[in-house]
């Protein structure tokens, strides 16, 4: 242990580093956070290897821990520098399990029904595919703070999407920058060359950041997405000059089958551009669709289910979309930009290579949602199937919860015709209100707001006055009907409503007003309940 620093003679110095060696006897550091302090760079370096971050390594008493996972480096000795107040370095331990892994998934704001990390922050979605039995969702992490920082590769498994395991970080950040997001495709031909004997290389194609540009990467796997081997010639794209723009992110590469190539769109400065590849490492440029922003996506749907009649989606993070035409090389814009969906979600992806006889097309969005006093932060919203359906303004998008969500609710009380008064007197004795589902039909009476609250928050808030619900414009297909059918979907800090079959739906942070006693409580100009379901809800976790 070495160093001490800071004030001589009254004048604040620049802290130097301080260290600390020990020999890694079991599977976690647990490292002590306190959001008040400033950031340090951490660097712990052992044989054959460097690992650095940033952390707020807390001084007292901290606000949560976070990990390490020290499984790579058992009998090494490390050694630990950091260049923040380094108070907390005597306070860093070992053990076999991680600080609060006891109350993991049971802490007192943790979603139920939702994936969250097990510490740390989550933002996109990234490389969402099926492979060999299990969905994979990467997604931006910070396995150091609550906050953004690090963009790393976090990593978890599930066999119904519904029930995830997380596992190690998949991508780690190195010399060239952080790791931002990007997708994956499995390379059955051997494209790019890197599958070994039966085993096709996954490969993902990711964004690297650092403070003066970002460039595009290639990684591949042997082992389903456990560990990673980086190209050794990365970057495969470096447009900044091209653009005259820092902003060329988020790749989102897939085989396209009429061309025999892959495509990527990449979101460069002002939209959406594609490119083409025979072997995912040489790139070409091709065309761009202007008027979009971050974490492209780009698929093939069928017109109300039927194949003879497909058109294209592209979308933004957002989740606007324009439908249109695609050659393999250029994506011709027919309608839009409308948008089917609004509220927490953001940077949503969908899965790609999906089992053989599954044809459905499943999004997984970013919730930013807040976990109050929580050592993670953020959420992967619920799973939906995406579909193009027509309209009277023609073909829109449509969302709507996967089926595979239904396990986890059980329907208690089910009503028809009520008033409000007396659907809020039924809803008095549903039970638990931390986590539930709710289907209802409202009919209004006067082309007024209505709708339904939860603790003095608007969840549902249908104004045919100035067709807002929720705040955003909504006419429902039949613009002259009085009715209207909302799914909802309650977590501990989160609410999920498709409306009307998904023709529109949103996200809302749960926010109850402390003041409020009140539960679930429908209101507006003498309206008819003409259905009711409530249904308790699972936890996904054990
Ligand atoms: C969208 C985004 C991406 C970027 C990533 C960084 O939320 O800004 O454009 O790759 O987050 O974490």
């Known amino acids: 242990m070495l160093a001490l620093t800071c004030l001589l003679s009254g004048v604040a110095q620049p802290l130097l580093a301080q260290t600390r060696t020990l020999t890694i006897t079991k599977r976690y550091l647990n490292l002590p956070v306190a959001q008040a302090q400033d950031r340090g760079t951490m660097q712990l370096t052992m044989p054959g290897g460097e690992r650095s971050f940033k952390i707020r390594l807390a001084a007292g008493k901290p606000d949560y821990w976070v990990f390490c996972d020290m499984a790579g480096a058992m009998g090494k000795t490390i050694t630990i520098r950091y260049d923040g107040k380094a108070d907390g370095l005597e306070t860093i331990y070992q053990d076999d399990r991680f600080a609060g892994q006891d109350s993991l998934y049971h802490e007192k704001n943790r979603p139920q029904y939702h994936f969250t990390t097990r510490r740390g922050w989550i933002n996109d979605p990234n490389g969402m595919i099926f492979y060999d039995g299990e969905y994979h969702l990467f997604y931006q992490h910070n396995p150091f703070e609550r906050e953004w920082e690090n963009m790393s590769w976090g990593h978890a498994v599930s066999k119904d999407m519904i029930h995830w395991q997380e596992l190690q970080t998949a991508l780690l950040p190195d010399r060239m920058g952080t790791m931002f997001s990007g997708s994956t495709v499995i390379d059955y031909d051997n494209t790019a060359g890197f599958n070994q004997g039966n085993v096709p290389a996954m490969i993902a194609l990711f964004t690297v950041d650092n403070p003066e540009k970002e460039v595009q990467c290639l990684a591949y796997s042997l082992d389903k ?318």
């Not at 949103?506 to 003041?515: C, G, I, Q, T």
């Open 225 to 542: 997405g456990r560990t990673w081997t980086k190209y050794a010639q990365n970057p495969v794209i470096d447009s900044k000059a091209k653009w005259n723009s820092k902003d060329t992110r988020d790749p989102r590469v897939f085989w396209y089958a009429p061309g025999k190539h892959w495509v990527m769109v990449l979101n460069e400065r002002d939209g959406h551009s594609i490119y083409t590849s025979k072997n995912l490492k040489q790139w070409q440029y091709e065309s761009h669709t202007t008027g979009f922003w971050e974490c492209p996506d780009l698929f093939e749907l069928p017109v109300d289910g039927d194949n003879g009649k497909k058109k294209w989606v592209m979308y933004g993070a957002s989740a606007t979309y324009m439908i249109g035409s695609f050659d393999g090389k250029k994506f011709t814009p027919e309608s839009g930009k409308h948008a089917y969906t609004n509220g927490t979600i953001y940077a949503a992806q969908t899965f790609t290579n999906m089992p053989g006889s599954d044809p459905r097309r499943i999004q997984i969005g970013w919730g930013r949602v807040q976990q109050p006093g929580m050592p993670f932060n953020g959420m992967m919203l619920l799973p939906t199937e995406l579909q193009l359906r027509t309209t009277k303004n023609g073909s829109r998008l449509v969302s709507v919860p996967v089926k595979e969500v239904e396990q986890l609710f059980a329907p208690t009380g089910q009503w028809t015709a009520l008033s409000a008064t007396e659907a809020n007197e039924q809803l008095k004795s549903v039970g638990s209100l931390d986590q539930f589902r709710l289907q209802t039909t409202l009919k209004l009476s006067h082309a007024t707001s209505a709708g339904l609250s939860l603790f003095g928050q608007k969840i549902l808030d249908y104004d045919l006055n100035h067709n807002l619900l929720n705040g955003a414009f909504y006419s429902p297909e039949d613009m002259t009907s009085m009715e209207i059918t909302a799914d909802i979907y309650v977590d501990r800090t989160s609410v999920e409503v498709f409306v009307n079959g998904g023709s529109f739906s949103y996200s809302l942070e749960r926010k109850p007003n402390p003041a409020s006693k009140e539960g679930l409580v429908f209101w507006g100009n003498r309206i008819e309940v003409k259905d009711l379901t409530f249904y308790t809800a699972k936890s996904i976790w054990k």
